[in-house]
């Protein structure tokens, strides 16, 4: 979700020339699905503002780099802070506006870039400022969890292949994802081609995956196996909720 911060800085065209070329492409420029957009701290933007409305290079209102370090609960997993709200804590910019401020001033060393995709939900086009963040892990060791963000309109299969990758699962595998919620009711997500919003996968759950024993059973039909982390086999091998849940026994491609 992060794109590299560093960049060269070039000499800046005048005041005037900025003000009027980040503008427009903030005035302009319109939502598109899969587009990116850029979150900047709001209080460095203003400076920013301030500065190019100066017209005096020399002014005290000099922003310096850009810095979200307000944005971001603490400087070393640069996790972005909950509940952070649009045009008092920050703006969105498209992504041509982003690069232009970005070799004109530069960033924070070590500061990722902010990069959000504008998603196509329910009647509405957003910038999706806040992605799905779930758990990881498999079956097999649920101790070794790992943290990953996906967007709502991600497919589950999206989160399969990224959890082969990160687990290592081998080509060929075959496997199934549970969602797990906080009350430890497991549901299978058996539909890999519904979205993340769709099969109202929310942030904090957990997603577990399992693959097929060698003499064709899966591990879930084991209670023993599960018996740590559910406190109910039948919870765990769950019932389609609300949501329609529909498919999965899919195979594992690297």
Not at 12 to 19: D, H, I, N, S
Not at 49 to 58: A, H, L, P, R, T
Not at 199 to 219: F, H, K, Q, Y
Request: glycine letters at 6%; proline letters at 5%; a negative charge.
């Amino acid at each position: 979700m992060t794109a590299n911060s560093r960049c060269s800085v070039a000499e800046p065209p005048g005041l005037e020339t900025q003000r009027r070329e980040i503008e427009s492409l903030l005035r302009e420029s319109e939502l598109q699905a899969g587009d990116s957009w850029y979150v900047v701290d709001h209080r460095w933007f203003e400076q920013w503002k301030e500065f190019v409305e100066s017209g005096n290079q020399n002014s005290s209102s000099f922003p310096g780099q850009i810095d979200n370090a307000e944005l971001f609960e603490d400087l070393d997993s640069y996790h972005l802070k909950e509940r952070l709200v649009e045009d008092e804590d920050f703006v969105l910019v498209p992504a041509e506006a982003w690069h232009k401020l970005l070799v004109w001033y530069g960033t924070v060393e070590g500061q990722p870039a902010l990069e959000r995709k504008v998603v196509d939900l329910p009647s509405t086009l957003k910038v999706e400022v806040y992605p799905v963040e779930v758990f990881l892990c498999l079956h097999s060791n649920m101790e070794n969890i790992i943290t990953a963000q996906f967007s709502r309109t991600d497919s589950i299969n999206t989160i399969q292949a990224a959890m082969c990758r990160a687990f290592s699962v081998p080509p060929g595998s075959e496997c199934r994802l549970w969602m797990k919620s906080s009350d430890s009711c497991c549901e299978r997500l058996r539909n890999v081609h519904m979205s993340v919003l769709d099969s109202c996968l929310s942030s904090g759950m957990t997603v577990i995956m399992e693959t097929r024993n060698a003499d064709g059973t899966w591990p879930s039909s084991r209670p023993q196996i599960m018996r740590n982390s559910v406190e109910d086999q039948d919870s765990y091998r769950g019932q389609p909720g609300v949501c329609g849940l529909t498919n999965l026994g899919n195979t594992c491609f690297m």
